[in-house]
């Protein structure tokens, strides 16, 4: 049985005049979109919206009054994919201890599109069997995992995976002080080879716009610059994410 969580982040992304990286630094924990208020998914953390509507009824109304810190943080199933298990939502991912999976919940498919139930960790399998034989765009091939009870760096993370593009930089110094460090293959794709059709002829001619060769770094410097919609980087990186993929 899959026995470990992935959360999925853009490190080098901007948050509060810092980057994500650093303010993990700060704070040595991981923090959900409700009290952060950024996300690589939908911005619908808040009282009445989608997200907040979502965990009312998937959580039977358990963090409705909920201070925003309490709230559970999402991550995927790791399935064994050395690029992690929801890379659509950030090219870097911690990799939690075993013990944090028994105390989260799952389920498939994403809450996005609000599935029936939230289940334990026993019957992932079931979750897993279901998302195996479903047609899924590549990265949407994900079971959701939801862990409460709050992610401390130094008790629940065994180490952060990072893009080789960040090796030897601020990113890789800033995540050296809270865990231990590994690197998966990487995302790294010409622009000129993107296809349009995926999320559309702006998005690709965005991509070649900020370079030739497209790699998580330079997302992350064009989402600091803020010259750029956050959104339309968003689905710049799913490109990557989706043609990117360096071979083991």
């Known amino acids: 049985m899959p026995d470990r969580i992935l959360l999925h982040f853009h490190p080098d992304w901007p948050y509060r005049g810092a980057t994500v990286i650093e303010a993990m630094g700060s704070t040595g924990r991981y923090f959900s979109q409700f009290y952060t208020g950024t996300s690589n998914g ?7 919206g989608d997200r907040w509507n979502w965990e009312s ?3 039977n109304r358990r963090y409705d009054i909920a201070a925003a810190d309490a709230r559970p943080v999402y991550g995927a199933v790791d399935l064994g994919d050395p690029h992690g298990s929801a890379p659509r939502f950030g090219s870097a991912f911690l990799r939690l201890r075993r013990e944090t999976s028994e105390r ?8 996005v599109f609000e599935p029936e139930k939230v289940v334990q960790l026993e019957e992932v399998p079931i979750l897993i069997e279901k998302m195996r034989s479903a047609e899924h765009d590549p990265l949407d091939r994900y079971v959701e995992a939801h862990v409460h009870g709050g992610i401390s760096f130094a008790a629940d993370v065994e180490a952060i995976v990072l ?4 090796r030897d930089t601020f990113v890789h110094a800033a995540a050296s002080t809270l865990t231990e460090v590994e690197f998966h293959p990487g995302f790294r794709v010409d622009t000129g080879e993107l296809d349009p059709a995926y999320r559309g002829a702006e998005c690709v001619h965005l991509a070649e716009h900020l370079a030739g060769t497209l790699t998580p ?5 064009a989402a600091r610059s ?3 919609d956050p959104q339309s980087l968003k689905r710049v990186w799913h490109l990557l994410a989706r043609y990117g993929r360096q071979p083991t």
């Open 42 to 48: 939908g911005l619908t953390a808040q009282p009445g």
């Open 57 to 59: 009824r998937l959580f």
């Open 104 to 111: 989260a919940t799952y389920c498939y498919p994403d809450s």
């Open 163 to 166: 893009d080789p593009c960040y």
């Open 217 to 221: 770094d330079v997302l992350g410097s």
């Open 226 to 228: 803020g010259r750029y």
